[in-house]
C-alpha cells in the first residue's frame, strides 16, 4: 500500500525553465511533506517542507504548493539548473507522535536540466 | 565533520554470510531510522530507534533482520545469512525531537551500499 505516491518517474526539462514535480498521498494523517533531492551514491538531503496548516512555501528558486482536499503537493523549481539534475522525492510525516519524525517516501522522480 | 556517519560504504557478501551496517547519528540526536532502498525503487522504511529502545520496526522483515541502538556507540543493522534480494543501499538518518515540537526534517547519512553474490 503505497501511500505516497510520484507518478512521474523521470522529467526532462530545458536550463532556464520551470520544473514541476507532482507528489500524492492518501493518509489523512499525514500533516507535514518535504522535498529530499538525492544525488547518485550520496544520501537524500533536504530541500523544502510545508506544514498542512499552509498551502504555499517558497525558498528561493523552489516553491512548494500543497492541495490538502486533493491531497496533493508539488514542487517547482524555477528557473531550473544543470546543477538540480538529480532524483527528487516527496516525504510525509504524520501527526502520531509516537512516529516521531518517521518519513514516508514516494517513488521519486528522476530530473534531468538540459543545458 | 558533524553529519551521518554510515560504515562499510560498501560491503560484499556471499550468500548465507551476515552483514553488519553502522550508523552513528549527528551529534546530539538521539533518533534513528534506517531505509532500504533497492535499485529503481524508493527509500522503504524499516525501523526507528531511539537509545535503547525499537520505537517501530513495522518496516522490519521479520526474519534475518534486526536493528539495536545501543546506550555507547553506533546504531546497528544486523543481516544475518544475506539472500541476493537484500543487496540494496542502506540508509540512515537521525532527528532530533524536543518536547513540544516536531520539526519533521531527517538527516541523512551516505549510505551503505550491500551487495550479494
Known amino acids: 500500500d503505497q501511500q505516497v505516491k510520484q507518478n512521474s518517474p523521470s522529467l526532462s526539462v530545458q536550463e532556464g525553465r520551470i520544473s514541476i514535480l507532482n507528489c500524492d498521498y492518501t493518509n489523512s494523517m499525514f500533516d507535514y511533506f518535504l522535498w529530499y533531492k538525492k544525488y547518485p551514491a550520496e544520501g537524500p538531503t533536504f530541500l523544502i517542507s510545508i506544514s498542512s496548516i499552509k498551502d504555499k512555501n517558497e525558498d528561493g528558486r523552489f516553491t512548494v504548493f500543497l492541495n490538502k482536499s486533493a491531497k496533493h503537493l508539488s514542487l517547482h523549481i524555477v528557473p531550473s539548473q544543470p546543477g538540480d539534475s538529480a532524483v527528487y522525492f516527496c516525504a510525509a510525516s504524520s501527526r502520531d507522535q509516537a512516529a516521531g519524525n518517521k518519513l514516508t517516501f514516494g517513488g521519486g522522480t528522476r530530473v534531468l536540466v538540459k543545458p | 565533520n558533524a553529519g551521518v556517519m554510515q560504515n562499510p560504504r560498501h560491503l560484499v557478501r556471499r550468500r548465507g554470510q551476515e552483514a553488519r551496517l553502522r550508523c552513528s547519528p549527528m551529534k546530539g540526536h538521539s533518533h534513528v531510522y534506517w531505509y532500504r532502498q533497492l535499485p529503481e525503487e524508493g527509500l522503504k522504511f524499516m525501523v526507528y530507534l531511539q537509545k535503547e529502545n525499537i520505537i517501530d520496526e513495522s518496516g522490519m522483515p521479520k526474519e534475518r533482520f534486526s536493528a539495536e541502538f545501543p546506550k555507547e556507540g553506533p546504531s546497528i543493522l544486523r543481516i544475518q545469512q544475506v539472500v541476493r534480494g537484500d543487496s540494496a543501499a542502506y540508509f540512515c538518518?537521525?532527528?532530533?525531537?524536543?518536547?513540544?515540537?516536531?520539526?519533521?526534517?531527517?538527516?541523512f547519512g551516505e549510505g551503505s551500499r550491500l551487495t550479494v553474490l
Open positions: 538518518a537521525s532527528s532530533l525531537i524536543l518536547a513540544g515540537t516536531r520539526s519533521g526534517e531527517l538527516f
